[in-house]
T-cell receptor, first 112, second 115 residues
Framework: SQELEQSPQSLIVQEGKNLTINCTSS?????LYWYKQKYGEGLIFLMM???GGEEKSHEKITAKLDEKKQQSSLHITASQPSHAGIYLC????????????WGAGTKLIIKP | EAGVAQSPRYKIIEKRQSVAFWCNPI?????LYWYQQILGQGPKLLIQ????????DSQLPKDRFSAERLKGVDSTLKIQPAKLEDSAVYLC?????????????FGEGSRLTVL
């Protein structure tokens, strides 16, 4: 099974609505990274979380790392067409030997 | 500041042929990564260089894949001979530091289709 599980796999949201994507680890997280990927393009860094309970924002995107450091949620407020893409979480964990492991991604479609 | 450059963007080959991908990281970035991303999956690390030395190549299929970063700047990833399951996007990334913590800067990727 995947060490880093993302849910949902895909999401269709009406423009202007809020949404949440989750990333759950089977191991304690040392660092959790959120990236965004548009089709045919590379990954763009959004934010990094390291401390339990930490919350960061980037424009209308907010991500939080839970206190136990095994799950992160990414929340988009008032979604816009520009938010469409694939959101990937990456993490280094107590077992990953300083390498990033990645979730499979959540594909977000924004309906106008 | 120029981003990570990769070429070619697209490549279609037949199985058993060879292919090479090139990556030029952001100037001054010590660490360079090659990832393989199969459709619907997250990136899988193939090899990590720190300057011109290999840090991790544990997931590189060494019977057919090779990579080099001779002068500690740009890098080439080669596949010879290619198999159908090598169809994927090959992503190059670089980072300032010498560890995996922190921001990675990705190129746009090289999409390989093996027929």
């Amino acid at each position: 099974s995947q060490e880093l599980e993302q849910s949902p796999q895909s999401l269709i949201v009406q423009e202007g609505k809020n949404l949440t994507i989750n990333c759950t680890s089977s191991k304690t997280l040392y660092g959790l990274y959120w990236y965004k990927q548009k089709y045919g393009e590379g990954l763009i860094f959004l934010m990094m979380l390291q401390k339990g309970g930490e919350e960061k924002s980037h424009e209308k995107i907010t991500a939080k790392l839970d206190e136990k450091k095994q799950q992160s949620s990414l929340h988009i407020t008032a979604s816009q067409p520009s938010h469409a893409g694939i959101y990937l979480c990456g993490a280094d964990t107590m077992d990953s030997n300083y390498q990033l492991i990645w979730g499979a991604g959540t594909k977000l479609i924004i309906k106008p | 500041e120029a981003g990570v450059a990769q070429s070619p963007r697209y490549k279609i080959i037949e199985k058993r042929q060879s292919v090479a991908f090139w990556c030029n990281p952001i100037s001054g970035h010590a660490t360079l990564y090659w990832y393989q991303q199969i459709l619907g999956q997250g990136p899988k690390l193939l090899i990590q260089f720190q300057n011109n030395g290999v840090v991790d190549d544990s997931q590189l299929p060494k019977d057919r894949f090779s990579a080099e970063r001779l002068k500690g700047v740009d890098s080439t990833l080669k596949i010879q001979p290619a198999k159908l399951e090598d169809s994927a996007v090959y992503l190059c990334a670089s980072s300032k530091g010498t560890t995996n913590t922190g921001e990675l800067f990705f190129g746009e990727g090289s999409r390989l289709t093996v027929l």
